[in-house]
């Protein structure tokens, strides 16, 4: 059996398909496993040498002298750097600058003829002729080698923080409907503009065009006025899920209007003159025939709304509020990260627990994208 040759375009495109998933699978294994490292070793070394032993500089606070014993003419405190977390010693020493000044097993000379060893295992022992005193112990720096150690005590961490599971609803309650409105919206229009005729259709599709190329923090601080005047009207408070989701609808609409639009006008144009044939009104056709036959459009919108939504937190702080009852997901989390962003376990294990319902919104989705993307971009009415 004779197998074609690729053409170069071909190959082109199979390289290219290729690196955009190792530039997308790449970061998103590396989140996946430094969110399952001890906080430790991520600061130590790379998610990519998580299955080799890392090594690292630490440092260990003896206990004072209220916990020493006498061992025959010997004064004694004792116990483990490593405080029973595992791994191996491979230097020591009592100077920042030198953590692997000693050896293990070695024994050190400190002042007034104190003397400290220090065992592979982390096990020490402090030695004196005189008694200790003072309750501050003796400082002790030490370079350790850890096995890879996995753990999920991040995201326990994370989802036992209080106020978690509300701000999962909140971000559900917000999500769900901003989806779905704009959807409902824009397939009235797109099929209105697709296949009713009326004075000055064009100019309203470039306007929904040119829309598309505002910026959201330009006309965010407008859109609240005008939605708070009017809110102020009607007596309707300011900061409400409706706010939020007519401004979301507001931002999606023109890409959903576009996207629907290309898609409607490219459906056959027999089916729309048969069923005006038979006496169906364009409300009929819209129901029975266009939304049907639109499901891959409807679903490529859906996933980019609810992505869109789902990880927004500019909108949400601006329309719904920071308080405790109304803080969404991603603003729950910015909260247990901190203003400096220095918890990498903290942010890893956040990260994920963000996307999980994006992805399987998008695996469920994932295969009417292409379809409703491509279909109206190359037939139009």
Request: hydrophobic letters at 50%.
């Amino acid at each position: 059996m004779q197998t074609r040759a690729l053409s170069p375009l071909n190959i082109a495109v199979h390289l290219s398909v290729l690196l955009l998933v190792i530039l997308w699978t790449l970061p998103t294994l590396g989140l996946l496993i430094t969110s399952l490292r001890d906080k430790n070793q991520i600061v130590a070394s790379g998610w990519w040498t998580a299955l080799a032993s890392s090594s690292q500089n630490s440092m260990y606070r003896a206990p004072g002298a209220e916990v020493q014993k006498q061992d025959g003419n010997l004064y004694v405190i004792a116990g483990n750097i490593l405080d029973g977390k595992g791994g191996k010693v491979t230097g020591f020493g009592t100077n920042s600058l030198k953590p692997e000044e000693f050896k293990p097993g070695a024994v050190a000379d400190l002042k007034d003829g104190e003397k400290l060893t220090v065992a592979d295992n982390g096990d020490f022992r402090l030695t004196s002729d005189k008694s200790f005193e003072g309750s501050r112990g003796q400082r002790i720096f030490f370079t350790d080698t850890t096995p890879p150690r996995f753990t999920l005590d991040n995201y326990r961490t994370v989802l036992s923080a209080e106020g978690i599971g509300k701000s999962f609803i909140n971000s559900l309650t917000v999500s769900i409907p901003a989806t779905i409105i704009p959807i409902l919206v824009a397939a009235f229009a797109a099929y209105a503009l697709a296949w009713m005729p009326f004075p000055g259709r064009s100019l309203l599709l470039a306007v929904i065009v040119g829309l598309l190329v505002v910026p959201l923090q330009m006309s965010l601080i407008p859109l609240l006025r005008m939605y708070n005047d009017i809110g102020l009207f009607f007596g309707v408070p300011s900061k409400t899920y409706l706010g939020i989701w007519l401004a979301h609808m507001g931002f999606g609409l023109p890409l959903a209007i576009y996207l629907l639009r290309n898609y409607i006008a490219g459906l056959p144009r027999e089916i729309m003159e048969s069923a005006r044939v038979d006496g169906a009104s364009d409300f009929e056709i819209f129901i029975k025939i266009v939304l049907p036959l639109s499901y891959p459009a409807l679903a490529s919108f859906s996933i980019f709304q609810f992505l869109w939504t789902w990880n927004d937190l500019l909108v949400a702080m601006v329309f719904l509020g920071t308080g405790n009852d109304e803080l969404v997901l991603t603003g729950r989390l910015v909260n247990l990260l901190g203003s400096r962003g220095g918890n990498w376990e903290i942010l890893t294990a956040s990260a994920f627990i963000t996307i999980i319902v994006p992805v399987l919104v998008f695996f469920v989705l994932q295969r009417y994208l292409v379809r409703g993307l491509l279909a109206g971009s190359v037939k139009g009415g």
